[in-house]
């Protein structure tokens, strides 16, 4: 839906499904989806758990995801008898004739999904492909992805369309399916499972946090925000651990409804400005039907001085919040609260079109103001707290921040940078395996830059930088488990605060390859940690924790134990340094390689004298070190 035209979102808005352009949800965590079909009674719809229990009613769809619901119209099946019996067959023979399959074979889904996509100006057509689709796919799903024509007959007339009671045919199927799948009579759930999902996260105030409550209930919901609340109730003793809300819903209960939609007690009814898509369109205000604020351009006329603007998809109604909210104080607040919010975010829907032209216009040159959406992401302030800790760490240290300079012209830290540098590079002449060491470390950038092949990908390294020390984290995909390295040996308890970070590690690896595609990733959130079994452990931190890291990356391949023996002995360890240090100068994705290398030939003559000045200063700090003790 994300990438519909506007005639095709102002045609499902037509036919009473427009709620679903606001639906964010791509995916389904699987975690807790048995545990809900359990806790479901299918005769009585009582959601049943811990005590506690409520019932789930149309309604609760029509919360949930805005489908329509006509208590006057059920929605009526094609008959079930055989073809020759049939009095709706020329109906599905229809159907199959305009897909080019057999009076008796299946329409596959990926059929409609081209058909859909053909039709980019909407149309009759496209809406009976799209609500054919959706209840296929996932209101009332088929084992085998093709199309359920039980619905053909309520697709004939369009119009018609938005007068079924669609939001009872989900429960009614989704009732079936659990009944069918706990006799054992399916072994793959055919109900639209996401509605009981929903239902609980806003019926269970678990911690005691209130959910939004604006309709449609799909819309506050992201896979991200799914995920974390999920994962939040398995580190509970069980599911269901919280309180109900008693009072808050049915939200849509409460309303007066009107060809199967929620309408306001005005005159300016909500079908009116939402849905009535072939009169606006009329008057060339086409941009009305676009879900949010993106576009929308409020009515200005020309002889009046008032300007309307048409409420976006989710924004509550004044009806909506009136029947929430029992003080009149609170009540008018909100109102204030709604109409500032829709008035100021179309005008800066027209400030983001201006940002995004000047961003086309200069590619080389992107201007981000405070009004992009870059800064709309808490992640982002999260990184920018990051990056300015770690400034002030710095700034604090002995020389501050001249000390982590390399190479710049004016910098107090440059010439001792120059000199610990060359003591890494030429202390020991390994020139001969400075190739292979350089095409693997070419091979982990190009990993880092996210070039590599899904498909063979085993394992991923994640290298972390935590109280001036560096450890590893494996994640390995073939044998399902997340490994830990680290030269350091921990104590119980810090082992399980080590547990904890890797559980958030797991859950953003798992969402960052998902997004690329890779199919073990929704998996990872699941995979046990493991320490493994390393020969060179040490019993205190030192500087060669990064060297640990990167020879780990270099040579571990996923077994329970991994033994270096060049690790084990300092001078070896200075010998490693230098070749990679050595590497990584040498690499082509070095942006600074040849200005590095100028200035290594022009300090080639007094090579000697470093080298003495170095000597001389690492028996001046071990001198040092011995005085202070």
Same mark, same amino acid.
């Given at each position: 839906?994300?990438?519909?035209?506007?005639?095709?979102?102002?045609?499902?808005?037509? %036919?009473?499904?427009?709620?679903?352009?606001?639906?964010?949800?791509?995916?389904?965590?699987?975690?807790?989806?048995?545990?809900?079909?359990?806790?479901?009674?299918?005769?009585?719809?009582?959601?049943?758990?811990?005590?506690?229990?409520?019932?789930?009613?149309?309604?609760?769809?029509?919360?949930?995801?805005?489908?329509?619901?006509?208590?006057?119209?059920?929605?009526?099946?094609?008959?079930?008898?055989?073809?020759?019996?049939?009095?709706?067959?020329?109906?599905?023979?229809?159907?199959?004739?305009?897909?080019?399959?057999?009076?008796?074979?299946?329409?596959?889904?990926?059929?409609?999904?081209?058909?859909?996509?053909?039709?980019?100006?909407?149309?009759?057509?496209?809406?009976?492909?799209?609500?054919?689709?959706?209840?296929?796919?996932?209101?009332?799903?088929?084992?085998?992805?093709?199309?359920?024509?039980?619905?053909?007959?309520?697709?004939?007339?369009?119009?018609?369309?938005?007068?079924?009671?669609?939001?009872?045919?989900?429960?009614?199927?989704?009732?079936?399916?659990?009944?069918?799948?706990?006799?054992?009579?399916?072994?793959?759930?055919?109900?639209?499972?996401?509605?009981?999902?929903?239902?609980?996260?806003?019926?269970?105030?678990?911690?005691?946090?209130?959910?939004?409550?604006?309709?449609?209930?799909?819309?506050?919901?992201?896979?991200?925000?799914?995920?974390?609340?999920?994962?939040?109730?398995?580190?509970?003793?069980?599911?269901?651990?919280?309180?109900?809300?008693?009072?808050?819903?049915?939200?849509?209960?409460?309303?007066?409804?009107?060809?199967?939609?929620?309408?306001?007690?005005?005159?300016?009814?909500?079908?009116?400005?939402?849905?009535?898509?072939?009169?606006?369109?009329?008057?060339?205000?086409?941009?009305?039907?676009?879900?949010?604020?993106?576009?929308?351009?409020?009515?200005?006329?020309?002889?009046?001085?008032?300007?309307?603007?048409?409420?976006?998809?989710?924004?509550?109604?004044?009806?909506?919040?009136?029947?929430?909210?029992?003080?009149?104080?609170?009540?008018?607040?909100?109102?204030?609260?709604?109409?500032?919010?829709?008035?100021?975010?179309?005008?800066?829907?027209?400030?983001?079109?201006?940002?995004?032209?000047?961003?086309?216009?200069?590619?080389?040159?992107?201007?981000?103001?405070?009004?992009?959406?870059?800064?709309?992401?808490?992640?982002?302030?999260?990184?920018?707290?990051?990056?300015?800790?770690?400034?002030?760490?710095?700034?604090?240290?002995?020389?501050?921040?001249? !000390? %982590?300079?390399?190479?710049?012209?004016?910098?107090?830290?440059?010439?001792?940078?120059?000199?610990?540098?060359? !003591?890494?590079?030429?202390?020991?002449?390994?020139?001969?395996?400075?190739?292979?060491?350089?095409?693997?470390?070419?091979?982990?950038?190009?990993?880092?830059?996210?070039?590599?092949?899904?498909?063979?990908?085993?394992?991923?390294?994640?290298? %972390?930088?935590?109280?001036?020390?560096?450890?590893?984290?494996?994640?390995?995909?073939?044998?399902?488990? %997340?490994?830990?390295?680290?030269?350091?040996?921990?104590?119980?308890?810090?082992?399980?605060?080590?547990?904890?970070?890797?559980?958030?590690?797991?859950?953003?690896?798992?969402?960052?390859?998902?997004?690329?595609?890779?199919?073990?990733?929704?998996?990872?959130?699941?995979?046990?940690?493991?320490?493994?079994?390393?020969?060179?452990?040490?019993?205190?931190?030192?500087?060669?924790?990064?060297?640990?890291?990167?020879?780990?990356?270099?040579?571990?391949?996923?077994?329970?134990?991994?033994?270096?023996?060049?690790?084990?002995?300092?001078?070896?360890?200075?010998?490693?340094?230098?070749?990679?240090?050595?590497?990584?100068?040498?690499?082509?994705?070095?942006?600074?390689?040849?200005?590095?290398?100028?200035?290594?030939?022009?300090?080639?003559?007094?090579?000697?004298?470093?080298?003495?000045?170095?000597?001389?200063?690492?028996?001046? !700090?071990?001198?040092?070190?011995?005085?202070?003790?």
């Amino acid at each position: 839906m994300n990438n519909f035209s506007v005639h095709k979102k102002r045609d499902v808005m037509e %036919i009473g499904f427009g709620h679903l352009l606001s639906m964010k949800l791509t995916r389904t965590v699987t975690t807790m989806l048995p545990w809900l079909v359990d806790c479901f009674d299918h005769g009585s719809c009582m959601f049943l758990f811990g005590g506690k229990e409520f019932m789930i009613d149309e309604y609760d769809v029509y919360d949930v995801f805005g489908l329509p619901l006509n208590p006057s119209k059920d929605v009526v099946e094609i008959s079930h008898t055989a073809n020759e019996r049939n009095p709706d067959f020329h109906i599905k023979l229809k159907w199959r004739n305009d897909f080019n399959v057999g009076p008796n074979e299946n329409i596959k889904l990926g059929l409609i999904e081209e058909r859909i996509k053909d039709l980019d100006m909407g149309g009759e057509e496209f809406k009976r492909m799209f609500v054919m689709h959706a209840f296929s796919s996932f209101f009332s799903p088929t084992a085998n992805r093709t199309a359920d024509l039980r619905i053909a007959k309520c697709l004939m007339d369009v119009d018609e369309i938005r007068t079924y009671n669609w939001s009872k045919y989900v429960l009614d199927r989704l009732c079936e399916a659990v009944r069918k799948y706990k006799n054992g009579d399916l072994d793959y759930f055919t109900g639209c499972v996401m509605l009981l999902q929903l239902v609980y996260f806003h019926r269970l105030k678990f911690r005691n946090k209130e959910v939004d409550c604006n309709l449609p209930l799909v819309q506050h919901w992201t896979d991200e925000n799914v995920k974390d609340r999920v994962s939040s109730e398995t580190k509970a003793v069980c599911f269901g651990c919280g309180c109900l809300d008693t009072t808050t819903y049915l939200v849509s209960k409460k309303l007066r409804f009107v060809d199967g939609q929620a309408v306001e007690y005005s005159k300016d009814l909500m079908d009116e400005v939402n849905y009535k898509g072939k009169k606006k369109s009329s008057e060339g205000h086409e941009n009305d039907f676009d879900t949010g604020f993106s576009r929308g351009v409020p009515n200005v006329s020309s002889y009046q001085q008032s300007i309307t603007f048409p409420l976006p998809l989710g924004t509550p109604s004044t009806e909506e919040i009136l029947s929430r909210e029992s003080g009149d104080v609170r009540a008018l607040f909100l109102l204030m609260k709604r109409d500032l919010e829709v008035v100021t975010n179309f005008h800066i829907a027209a400030l983001k079109e201006k940002v995004c032209a000047q961003l086309r216009a200069f590619p080389l040159c992107p201007l981000v103001s405070q009004i992009h959406t870059f800064f709309s992401d808490p992640k982002v302030f999260e990184m920018m707290d990051e990056i300015v800790n770690i400034v002030l760490s710095v700034k604090n240290m002995p020389g501050g921040l001249n !000390e %982590i300079c390399i190479f710049l012209d004016g910098s107090s830290g440059a010439k001792n940078a120059e000199v610990k540098f060359l !003591e890494l590079a030429f202390k020991e002449d390994n020139a001969s395996q400075v190739d292979e060491l350089q095409n693997c470390w070419h091979e982990w950038l190009t990993v880092n830059n996210h070039g590599f092949n899904l498909d063979t990908l085993e394992l991923i390294f994640i290298p %972390i930088f935590s109280s001036n020390h560096y450890f590893l984290f494996v994640v390995n995909i073939p044998q399902k488990k %997340i490994q830990f390295i680290d030269s350091l040996s921990y104590d119980k308890q810090e082992k399980c605060a080590l547990c904890q970070l890797c559980e958030c590690l797991a859950d953003q690896v798992s969402m960052f390859f998902d997004g690329m595609g890779l199919v073990n990733a929704p998996y990872i959130i699941d995979y046990p940690m493991e320490f493994v079994t390393l020969n060179w452990k040490s019993s205190k931190q030192n500087v060669d924790c990064g060297l640990y890291v990167m020879m780990s990356m270099l040579l571990f391949h996923g077994s329970d134990e991994f033994s270096c023996d060049n690790l084990k002995k300092a001078p070896m360890r200075r010998v490693l340094r230098a070749k990679i240090c050595t590497a990584l100068v040498l690499s082509e994705r070095n942006d600074v390689r040849s200005e590095i290398l100028d200035k290594m030939k022009a300090m080639r003559p007094s090579r000697p004298q470093l080298q003495k000045e170095v000597e001389q200063r690492r028996k001046q !700090e071990l001198e040092d070190l011995k005085k202070n003790e």
